[in-house]
Structures are given as structure tokens and as C-alpha cells.
């Protein structure tokens, strides 16, 4: 069965760093999506992504925060400035339009030293 | 904005107990709803899902049904296993996201 695949796994990084995390959507998917999950809490809506353009973003989006599909396959978070409290579980999603459900990767749980 | 809300936790059963976690949601339209559930360090898994008013979404002896009249979606199974422990997130697709609920814990003893 195909599946949303992510990497790292674990991200430690130092404050003030850059950090890209990586995501494979499934293969014929259109829709791409990143959510982050602080721990113990909910999980939150970061941007969505067609077409090589954000369809939606969240206030938690801001300058710091970018995504990019660089090849036919991947689909990056870019983190400027990692502050501590970008601290979270980041999960990559993909749907084939935008009414079907999303499919969520495993998740990269980047710690913000 | 769309909201979904859902039972506070942690939710303690024993063994073969019947479980119900309440969900309702707040939406403009009628939206796709979902449970999702989350294994102790794993990711989200898509357990079942419901696109229209009165379908019933099932899978591995969860239920939950679409109640356009009360806006609600709860998950039931009828006698849960130690397996079951994990989180439980209720959602609504909106747009171009889907809107989690807070998620509910639920331990299972044997």
C-alpha cells in the first residue's frame, strides 16, 4: 500500500539553525500539507500546497517557515531560524484533490536546542 | 472557523469494556470526518471516516455515524483490547486543511 514517507526521523538542531525537512507523498497525489504536533497537544495546520503554490497557510506560517517541491517526487519544510519553541513533531500529508482524506507520513520530531 | 471538539481524557478501561469518545464539530457545509488514531511514538493512522450525513464509517470494530442534526461523530467499539490504548483525534476536512480535535487518551488494562 503506498505510503507518505519522511526524513529524519529525529532532528536535533542548535537555535538559530536551519533546518529542511524532508517528505515523499504518495505517488499520485496533488495536495501536500505539513502539520506540526507540539507534544501533549494538538495537532495544528501549517500550509498546504498544489501546483507548485500555498493554497492555505496558518498564522503559525510565518517568514521563518517555507516549503518547496524541488523535484517530481519531494516535498520540504524549510525552517530559517529554528527558535525552542519550533520544537514538535512535524508531519507531512498528501491527498489526490482537496476534498479526499489526507494521508500523514510518520513524522520528523525536531528538537530545538 | 471550523472547530471540532472532543471528550478530555485520559479515558481508563478494563479489558472488553465498551468505549465511547464524544466528538462534535462546528462547520460551515458538510464536511468530510475522520477519527484518527496515534500508537504510542508513532504517526497519525486514518481509522475510519464518514463523507456524508447518516454513513457510518467502520473499521476494526470501531463505529462512528455522521449526525448532521447534532454535529457529532462519536467513536464506539464494543469491548476494546490492551492494544486499543493509543490516541484517539476526531477531524473535519475544511478547505485545504484538516482541523484535529484536542485528541482523547485512552489505556486499556488488562
Known amino acids: 500500500e503506498p505510503e507518505v514517507t519522511q526524513t529524519p526521523s529525529h532532528q536535533v538542531t542548535q537555535m538559530g539553525q536551519e533546518v529542511i525537512l524532508r517528505c515523499v507523498p504518495i505517488?499520485?497525489?496533488?495536495?501536500f500539507y505539513w502539520y506540526r504536533q507540539i507534544l501533549g497537544q494538538k495537532v495544528e495546520f501549517l500550509v498546504s500546497?498544489?501546483?507548485?503554490?500555498?493554497?492555505?497557510k496558518s498564522e503559525i506560517f510565518d517568514d521563518q517557515f517555507s516549503v518547496e517541491r524541488p523535484d517530481g517526487s519531494n516535498f520540504t519544510l524549510k525552517i530559517r531560524s529554528t527558535k525552542l519553541e519550533d520544537s514538535a513533531m512535524y508531519f507531512c500529508?498528501?491527498?489526490?484533490?482537496?476534498?479526499?482524506?489526507?494521508?500523514f507520513g510518520p513524522g520528523t520530531r525536531l528538537t530545538v536546542l | 472557523g471550523d472547530s471540532v471538539t472532543q471528550m478530555e481524557g485520559p479515558v481508563t478501561l478494563s479489558e472488553e469494556a465498551f468505549l465511547t469518545i464524544n466528538c462534535t464539530y462546528t462547520?460551515?457545509?458538510?464536511?468530510?470526518l475522520f477519527w484518527y488514531v496515534q500508537y504510542p511514538g508513532e504517526g497519525l493512522q486514518l481509522l475510519l471516516k464518514?463523507?456524508?450525513?447518516?454513513d457510518k464509517g467502520s473499521n476494526k470494530g470501531f463505529e462512528a455515524t455522521y449526525r448532521k442534526e447534532t454535529t457529532s461523530f462519536h467513536l464506539e467499539k464494543g469491548s476494546v483490547q490492551v492494544s486499543d490504548s493509543a490516541v484517539y483525534f476526531c477531524?473535519?476536512?475544511?478547505?485545504?486543511?484538516?482541523?484535529f480535535g484536542a485528541g482523547t487518551r485512552l489505556f486499556v488494562k488488562a
Open positions: 500529508a498528501s491527498s489526490a484533490t482537496y476534498r479526499d482524506e489526507q494521508f
Open positions: 505517488s499520485n497525489h496533488l495536495y
Open positions: 500546497f498544489y501546483n507548485n503554490e500555498i493554497s492555505e
Open positions: 462547520a460551515t457545509g458538510y464536511p468530510s
Open positions: 464518514a463523507t456524508k450525513a447518516d
Open positions: 477531524a473535519l476536512l475544511g478547505g485545504f486543511k484538516t482541523i
